[in-house]
């Protein structure tokens, strides 16, 4: 199973295994990791899940996968990057395997 670490804003890791083709945001979920919400379950209506890919990943994991995820990334209360996705829509691949994401330093207003 792969595994992806999660930074936390404050600089702490948390290193798990996520199933593939189980989304990121699930795999945060299912392992307490603070710093994602989900709370719209994954359905693109809250951007509560955001998350900046670590920069060695972004060709990889690529930009937002519709204008949906790129719509709702307006709303995230932290600061948009170049490198911010929804990690609910990221889904976990073989490929995938070592993935970093980083966690904002606020999920609401
Ligand atoms: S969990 Fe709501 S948009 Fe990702």
């Not at 699930?26 to 209506?45: K, T």
């Amino acid at each position: 199973m792969p595994s992806v670490t999660f930074v936390e804003f404050s600089g702490a890791k948390h290193v798990v295994d996520v199933p593939v083709a189980e989304n990121v945001m699930r795999g945060a979920l299912y392992n307490d990791i603070p710093g994602i919400v989900g709370e719209c379950g994954g359905g693109l209506a809250c951007a509560t899940c955001h998350c900046y890919v670590d920069e060695a990943w972004t060709d990889r994991v690529g930009p937002p996968s519709s204008p949906e995820e790129r719509d709702m990334l307006e709303s995230a209360a932290a600061e948009v990057k170049p490198t911010s996705r929804l990690s609910c829509q990221i889904e976990m691949s073989g490929g995938l395997e070592g993935l970093i994401v980083h966690l904002p330093e606020k999920q609401y207003d």
